[in-house]
T-cell receptor, first 109, second 116 residues
Framework: DAKTTQPTSMDCAEGRAANLPCNHSTISGNEYVYWYRQIHSQGPQYIIHGLKNNETNEMASLIITEDRKSSTLILPHATLRDTAVYYCIVRVSDNDMRFGAGTRLTVKP | DAGVIQSPRHEVTEMGQEVTLRCKPISGHNSLFWYRQTMMRGLELLIYFNNNVPIDDSGMPEDRFSAKMPNASFSTLKIQPSEPRDSAVYFC??????????????FGEGSRLTVL
């Protein structure tokens, strides 16, 4: 099963881009990369996912390296409300989503 | 639209008591997941259902835990007897069939359980 490695914590200035890295060097060819976030005391929230192409939605952009061994979640203009724990997940099977420790992002004014 | 609804939001009980947590998935979603979150172990997948059928319960800690999904709109997670180490936030999540492939899970607000 593919595993992910993320930094424990990161800081970002309000209004600046937040770039959250994730390593998944053992990812298989058909495994997707997912990002969720969890704001304190709330349930996790889906952000974005991708296979090998870069993806963008209203919340964030996902950049996946060509070898697929790592990816970066980009929040283009971080706000204080983006302070949360961000989880990078490589899905094990069709409906088995397992969360790691994640990165605690703190957006500072 | 109503999201995933969990009850109770908070439960305080004494060791040895039975605890029942409830979840109402989003209408039309046919996959349901139970997670447990603690500071020490993070977010753990306990069990998931597809079309009301348990698919994988390998994450259920022990026989004291049981989960049922009698119909598409209701699921329960029961702990009997409860122990202090069961104290955690329990999350329920649901997704439609296509969600199995998009990976977009919709989580409830969680049930915070404290066992004294």
């Amino acid at each position: 099963d593919a595993k992910t490695t993320q930094p424990t914590s990161m800081d970002c200035a309000e209004g600046r881009a937040a770039n959250l890295p994730c390593n998944h060097s053992t990812i298989s060819g058909n495994e997707y990369v997912y990002w969720y976030r969890q704001i304190h005391s709330q349930g996790p929230q889906y952000i974005i996912h991708g296979l090998k192409n870069n993806e963008t939605n209203e919340m964030a952009s996902l950049i996946i390296t060509e070898d697929r061994k790592s990816s970066t979640l980009i929040l283009p203009h971080a706000t204080l409300r983006d302070t949360a724990v961000y989880y990078c997940i490589v899905r094990v099977s069709d409906n088995d989503m397992r969360f790691g420790a994640g990165t605690r992002l703190t957006v500072k004014p | 639209d109503a999201g995933v609804i969990q009850s109770p939001r908070h439960e305080v009980t004494e060791m040895g008591q039975e605890v029942t947590l409830r979840c109402k998935p989003i209408s039309g979603h046919n996959s349901l997941f139970w997670y447990r979150q603690t500071m020490m172990r993070g977010l753990e997948l306990l069990i998931y259902f597809n079309n009301n059928v348990p698919i994988d319960d390998s994450g259920m800690p022990e026989d004291r835990f049981s989960a049922k999904m009698p119909n598409a709109s209701f699921s329960t997670l029961k702990i009997q007897p409860s122990e202090p180490r069961d104290s955690a936030v329990y999350f329920c999540a649901s997704t439609p069939w296509e969600g199995l492939y998009t990976g977009e899970l919709f989580f409830g607000e969680g049930s915070r359980l404290t066992v004294l």
